[in-house]
């Protein structure tokens, strides 16, 4: 070989190394926080720091679901140990990593829950790379964070906006989704969020603030916090001072509307702690493209129940996994004697109900519903106006795989 082809060789073997270099890190590039997006002045959190892949190490790294410590910056700006459970399909068959690439969700639990092992460990059958903390603060020995206390969620707002519950979870999600997203084994572009309770209410905070995340889904947990009942007693012992600071840094309106991705809403119309006025303007708070709401009479409120609806992996198959979607209610007709509902669904539906309440005494856990059949075609449908009128009232359709949405709320007064 000559001198010339030599340097012509040399000088293709750098070209391709580069080119070769260039597709692989655009390829391994992970997604940051377009904060632009987000136009909230003295935004409690810091973005820039919670979208670092924080430093974390294997408790167990043998089990099924693993168990995982990460570091997070707390309030006062200190390291602190957060527990976290992870597994994904390859750990759940074989015990390690296969090499291949899965979508990844984030789990936030509510209330006074731990880190849920059996709820990370049935979305990693549904096919997807999972992780769960403990948000409730539950191992205190490892790690200090604020009361989870239903009394506490709200108190805590004298002492600053980041001493509140609210602020530490959302730190917690957000770095494990940054966490999730540092896995090889994890679709960068394909992950997810969802919570139940308060984890659904921090979920409308997290899926605002975060755009990493292609798609959410809140159960239960909604916004506009004044005017939940149930939380009032402990609401209403705040200054008129601490309540407004309190409703401006911490309620999910002020974060939701920067929501970028399709979100499903479920809830039950007679939860007994989040009242279905404040989560149907919830609701409202993204655009009509991207909201999906599946309202469920009679559900009931914990956990296992919250985990449960089909229409959660439905959902977010059809985002990642060009699964079916769920039907949706597109438009909706009000007429004298009828309603008429627009909807698009690529499965047949079997059935359509109209629930509607004129119980205005009662609170939202024992307010009486009844139903009437809706009439089913092609295009629309169609539901009576009931005789004795309704003051609140939603169209519910099931298809032929049992899978239920909603239209939304609507108010007749």
Known sequence: MTKVNKIISLFLFLFLLVACTKKRNKTQKTPVINESLIKVKDLIWDLKQLQRVPNFEHIDSTSSVREIMFSVLDRNGKNTKVFAYYSNPDILKTGKNQGNKFPGVVLISGGNQPALKEWVERWAHEGYAAITCDYGNNRKMLHGGPSSSQAYIYDSI?????AVRAYSTAVKAISAHSLLLSFPEVDKNKTAVTGISWGGFQTCIVSGIDNRFKAAAPIYGSAFHDEIVLDRKFFNRLSKENKTIWMNKIDPKNYLIYSQC?????????DGCFDIEPFNKTTKLIPNKNRHISIIPGMGHDHPIGWKPREIAVFFNSIFKNGTPLAKITQIEKQDTSIRFGYES??????????????TISSNEKRIWKSVPA????????????????????????????????SELLIHR
């Open 158 to 162: 004298k002492q600053g906006p980041k």
């Open 346 to 359: 690529s499965l047949t539906i079997k059935k359509a109900n109209f629930y509607y309440s004129n119980d």
């Open 375 to 406: 009439k089913i075609t092609e295009k629309y449908i169609e539901s009576p106006v009931p005789n004795e009128g309704y003051t609140m009232g939603f169209l519910q359709i099931i298809d032929v795989m049992d899978l239920r949405i909603s």
């Open 262 to 270: 399709p979100t499903l809403f479920i809830s039950g119309n007679t």
